[in-house]
């Protein structure tokens, strides 16, 4: 039986975060062998912010070694850059083409973006979630592990699937979110009732994949907790809750265990402690990341190789639908 198809992508808007990390990369890994994966660099996604040209082309490749080095196999999934792939922006366009403006402005993500900066009102911010509705359906997607964040664009997603099949018939696979079993919302070390993000002006509210030891150790002792002094899981010590959660899921051990072997002590342990486990968990990822770093051409392979896989899945995909509105086949 044909494996079911997972799609998942991270945008290059900055530099993958420990939070990118066991939201995401973590989970992608496991995947593999179970699912026809496709994970994805979206860079057409990235720019609905400005960047810096020469910036966005530096982290889009470090990106990928990123992936590469969090474990994920070229020879077992498609993995690629968005750009790369055509087929992405001109199913994007038909989708456009039954996506309401009402629906569209009520997304979420796109209230929040937008206010932050009026002078970043673009229109791609706007239908971004169209484009992300393109990456999804063009593989047949059956699976796309999302963030509470993202579920809103999900069944955006689902709703076009579902009206273009009742418009020009039977055509898109209605993707489902896939839950991963330990998910993971990392906060900012800094505010931890917002979530850690990689474009984050301040660099003390993140931790880097790539971050060196001292950077790491830096930023946790930083990390803003509060003067109960008790390490403990509760909503009333937001900073301590995020740490507890990090050092779960770098470690392997329960929150409850945690909680145990900090039971009298101060923060200072709790905080070193938890520096250390995210050092010792993301040493093996920077090493391995700055040895593929140093071969440019192996990457270059890569995304080619993968960006021609995507390309063959997609096309088959964009032509049906091309069909079905009413397009002439070019030869
Ligand atoms: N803090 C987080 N905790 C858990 N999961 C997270 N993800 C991102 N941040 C966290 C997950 O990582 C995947 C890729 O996300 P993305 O890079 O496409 O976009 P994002 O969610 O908008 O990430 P950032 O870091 O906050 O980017 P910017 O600052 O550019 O907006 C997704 O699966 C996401 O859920």
Known sequence: MDKKVIFSGAQPSGKLTLGNYLGALKNWEGLQDDYDCYYCIVDLHAITVPQEPKELRKNSLEALAQYLACGLDPQKSTIFIQSHVSAHIELAWVLNSISYMGELGRMTQFKEKSQKSEANLNAALFTYPVLMASD????????????????????????????????????????????????????????????????????????????????????????????????????????????????????????????????????????????????????????????LLKNKDYLEEIYVQGAQKAQKASLKTLRKVYKKVGFIPGK
Request: charged letters at 35%; aromatic letters at 8%; a neutral charge.
């Open 136 to 291: 999804i359906l063009l593989y047949q997607t059956d699976l796309v592990p999302v963030g509470e964040d993202q579920k809103q664009h999900l069944e955006l997603a689902r709703n076009l699937a579902q009206r273009f099949n009742n418009k020009y018939s039977d055509t898109f696979k209605v993707p489902e979110p896939y839950i991963p079993k330990v998910g993971a919302r990392i906060m900012s070390l800094q505010e931890p009732d917002k979530k850690m993000s990689k474009s984050d002006k301040n660099e003390n509210g993140y931790i880097l994949l790539i971050d060196e030891s001292d950077a790491i150790l830096r930023k946790v002792k930083r990390s803003v907790t509060d003067s109960l002094g008790i390490v403990k899981y509760s909503d009333e010590q937001l900073g301590i809750k995020n740490l507890l959660n990090i050092y779960a899921k770098m470690s392997g051990k329960t929150i409850e265990e945690i909680e145990k072997m900090y039971e009298g002590k101060g923060y200072g342990d709790f905080k070193n402690d938890t520096a250390e486990v995210i050092i010792e968990g993301l040493r093996p990822i920077r090493e391995k990341y700055q040895d």
